[in-house]
């Protein structure tokens, strides 16, 4: 079977049809897209995902959206046939209206972080509750984020006129709300994060690595995700964002370690007696 795109799949999806009987699409109101605010995107959001995939568990719907968003935003993979299979066995389990929802989820998510900077994802994890119960997953507040970004900022200039970018890690990355409030803190100070930021997140919770992928992606951020396990060091998948194709970033790392290993070897130098 050959991979086909997030919106074709979805389409061809409907046009088959599915054995149960179609629930209505949960419609609201029209907003101009340019228009619309992060909160309006967030309550239209929620609204849309109480009325999808009502036969399954709420952590069920979730999970699904995000592993098909997340599917069709890796470059590196979207045409495997794993990932058609994967995302054909995700669309079964739902009906003609909820795939229709799906659609319009990922179209509220992308209104959202057009909006601004910020984890739009982790915080609608948190709001529908879904880190309860024995996941224990719990994402820090983004306004928290944002301050422990800015704390990282003194000598960023310094740094991307020696090495050219910047590199941040997260070893338990959750929806890579810091690494998003890092990128946020460098369009402030009139640096471009697409061009001149690497990041790097684990988590081993793979909802939450996809997250963490979506968000990067879709705000053009050049990163690494892992889901694994940051203590044992063991890793079940590393992606890579389509930025991090599009901008040449597997130069530019090799350019900073280059750099870094002469600036390390000029130091190590005796000075002159």
């Not at 984890?119 to 224990?136: P, S």
Request: net charge negative; hydrophobic share 45%; charged share 20%.
């Amino acid at each position: 079977m050959s991979q086909l795109s997030f919106a074709g799949f979805f389409d061809q999806v409907k046009k088959q049809g599915s054995a149960r009987p179609a629930a209505p699409v949960v419609k609201e109101p029209t907003v101009t897209h340019r228009m619309m605010s992060i909160d309006v995107a967030r309550r239209q959001f929620i609204s849309v995902f109480s009325g999808t995939g009502r036969h399954l568990r709420r952590w069920e719907v979730f999970t699904d959206f995000l592993s098909l968003a997340a599917s069709e935003l890796d470059l590196a993979r979207v045409r495997t046939p794993e990932i058609a299979e994967r995302c054909r066995k995700i669309c079964d389990r739902y009906d003609a209206a909820d795939i229709a929802n799906m659609h319009e989820l990922f179209r509220l998510m992308v209104c959202a972080l057009e909006a601004k900077f910020h984890d739009f994802l982790g915080a609608i994890f948190m709001e529908l509750e879904l880190g309860d119960g024995g996941r224990g997953q719990y994402f820090t507040p983004y306004t928290v984020q944002s301050l422990m970004a800015r704390m990282l900022m003194p000598g960023i200039r310094e740094t991307i006129a020696r090495e050219g970018i910047v590199t941040i890690s997260d070893p338990a990355s959750g929806a890579a709300g810091m690494l998003i409030a890092y990128a946020e803190c460098l369009l402030e100070a009139d640096i471009n994060p697409s061009a001149h930021m690497f990041g790097s997140c684990i988590d081993i919770d793979p909802a939450a690595a996809d997250m963490a992928f979506i968000q990067l992606s879709l705000l053009g951020i050049a990163a690494e995700v892992v889901t694994g396990n940051t203590l044992s060091m063991q890793f079940s998948q590393v992606r890579y964002t389509p930025v991090y194709y599009l901008n040449d970033f597997e130069e530019k790392l090799q350019s900073q370690r280059r750099i870094k290993a002469m600036f390390g070897f000029i130091r190590g130098i005796p000075e002159a007696v």
